[in-house]
């Protein structure tokens, strides 16, 4: 399993784009790299998952660059309901995953 | 789509006391994973089921928790006796495309006493 390294908190401000930085030094080939959102007292949320280049769905963006050895989530104008923890994970599709500690985002108004 | 359905969302029990929770996955969804998660220790696998089967269970912390999805649509998890440390919230999630795309419940919080 690749291991993960993410910034422990972050702040941002309402109206704000919010980009939080993975880093995936040992991914492998078959690794793609999948993004979760928890707000409290709920469970994670799927996100984003990507394996190259950028992807783009209605909630994020995720930017991989050509060596893959990180990535990154783009939140987009964020809101004050952005507040959650952002997890990033890196595995094969069947593989095992981890949940790290996270990234504790807090948008302040 | 109801999503993934968990009960109770709360039980409180006592020490040495049997605790069973529930879990209805997404309906066609082939995979069902089962987690705990608390403030020092995150958020951990502890089983997983693919096809109903159990594909790992090296995360279930000792022989006082089992798990069994009897069929497509039920699992349960089961702890017995209880402890205090066992005081956390669990959840269910499942999956049709792989471990990476997983939809959780809402969660059980258990507090033993």
């Known amino acids: 399993l690749a291991k993960t390294t993410q910034p422990i908190s972050m702040d941002s401000y309402e109206g704000q784009e919010v980009n939080i930085t993975c880093s995936h030094n040992?991914?492998?080939?078959?690794?793609?790299i999948t993004w979760y959102q928890q707000f409290p007292s709920q469970g994670p949320r799927f996100i984003i998952q990507?394996?190259?280049t950028k992807v783009t769905n209605e909630v994020a963006s995720l930017f991989i660059p050509a060596d893959r050895k990180s990535s990154t989530l783009s939140l987009p104008r964020v809101s004050l309901s952005d507040t959650a923890v952002y997890y990033c994970?890196?595995?094969?599709?069947?593989?095992?995953?981890?949940f790290g500690k996270g990234t504790r985002l807090h948008i302040l108004p | 789509d109801a999503g993934v359905i968990q009960s109770p969302r709360h039980e409180v029990t006592e020490m040495g006391q049997e605790v069973t929770l529930r879990c209805k996955p997404i309906s066609g969804h082939n995979s069902l994973f089962w987690y705990r998660q608390t403030m020092m220790r995150g958020l951990e696998l502890l089983i997983y089921?693919?096809?109903?089967?159990?594909?790992?269970d090296s995360g279930m912390p000792e022989d006082r928790f089992s798990a069994k999805m009897p069929n497509a649509s039920f699992s349960t998890l089961k702890i017995q006796p209880s402890e205090p440390r066992d005081s956390a919230v669990y959840f269910c999630a499942s999956s049709l495309r792989g471990v990476h795309e997983q939809y959780f419940g809402p969660g059980t919080r258990l507090t033993v006493t």
């Open positions: 994970l890196v595995g094969e599709r069947d593989d095992k995953i981890i």
């Open positions: 089921f693919n096809n109903n089967v159990p594909i790992d």
């Open positions: 990507g394996y190259k």
């Open positions: 040992n991914i492998a080939t078959n690794d793609y």
